[in-house]
């Protein structure tokens, strides 16, 4: 399966809204699930939300589903993860995630397959 690149983060003011994307380069790209995680300065990688490729079912953390919307683009192998009304505390570095097969306790890193390498998104007071 090809890379997983992301892109979109940076920094931006309390309030803001970023769209990351994640882009398979290189390679065909047919996964079964495609997921974004977040890991803040010392605290472990936090599940964010994750979509199905074929059918587009979502999931999300329930804390964060109000603010964050995923969705994908199958003709440009690329997933998006939207993040609306930013807080300081929403400072981490952004990583997606692909499953190749259905697997259970998604909402944890270890049974994803493969990793990008993460885009930082600040935001500031």
């Known amino acids: 399966q090809a890379p997983l690149v992301e892109s979109g983060g940076g920094l931006l003011q309390t309030g803001g809204s970023l769209r990351l994307s994640c882009t398979a380069s290189?390679?065909?790209?047919?996964?079964?699930?495609v997921g974004w995680f977040r890991q803040a300065p010392g605290k472990e990688r936090q599940f964010v939300g994750s979509i199905t490729w074929t059918g587009g079912a979502t999931y999300y953390d329930h804390s964060e589903k109000v603010r964050f919307t995923i969705s994908r683009d199958i003709a440009k192998n690329t997933v998006y993860l939207q993040l609306n009304n930013l807080k300081p505390e929403d400072t981490a570095v952004y990583y997606c995630a692909a499953m190749r097969a259905d697997a259970g306790n998604f909402q944890f890193p270890s049974p994803w397959d493969d990793w990008g390498q993460g885009t930082q998104v600040t935001v500031s007071s």
């Open positions: 290189g390679g065909s790209f047919d996964p079964y699930r």
